[in-house]
């Protein structure tokens, strides 16, 4: 015998009313449908992120992304082309010297980096150098005090 489109039937236990809460004061799902007594949780108006009075997650967390390391040494940066427009041959280049000239600011170590051309013999007492303005300086004639 062959089945037909108008006798086909969902298997037994396959479909089931949804169940209908909060109707009436008998049986399972009535009166507080679930929900407990009274309290938030009883209630529709929940706000998203309520941990119950609880500092919610979103204000215990930094408000800016990222860390900061306390232990990063921040340079005033200079590049020795700079250096060779602001000091005459043979000059002595210190952290002093570069700040009396308004070259950097005060209160931070300096590092010099090695972008533009050095013409000009110096000496060169600072905090860092990169390798680039090391090779500049002594190729030029000058001397790095360590």
């Known amino acids: 015998m062959s089945t037909k489109l108008h006798h086909l039937k969902p298997a037994e236990g396959a479909k089931t009313d949804r169940k209908r809460v909060a109707r009436g004061d008998r049986g399972r799902g009535g009166k507080t449908a679930g ?9 529709g ?11 919610p ?3 215990r967390q930094p408000k800016r992304p990222g860390f900061n390391n306390p232990n990063k040494v921040e340079y005033a940066v ?7 427009e ?3 041959d043979g000059a002595e280049i210190s952290v002093a010297s570069l700040t009396e000239r308004g070259l950097v600011k005060k209160k931070r170590p300096v590092k010099i980096l090695g972008h533009g051309e050095v013409t000009k013999s110096f000496t060169v007492d600072v905090d860092a150098l990169t390798a680039t303005a090391r090779e500049k300086l002594t190729a030029a004639g000058g001397t790095i005090v360590d």
């Open 57 to 59: 997650l979103i204000r």
């Open 45 to 55: 108006t929940v706000p998203a992120g309520f941990e119950g009075g609880q500092l």
């Open 86 to 88: 602001a000091f005459e």
């Open 78 to 84: 200079i590049n020795v082309g700079r250096l060779d």
């Open 35 to 43: 929900r407990g007594t009274k309290g938030t949780g009883a209630r």
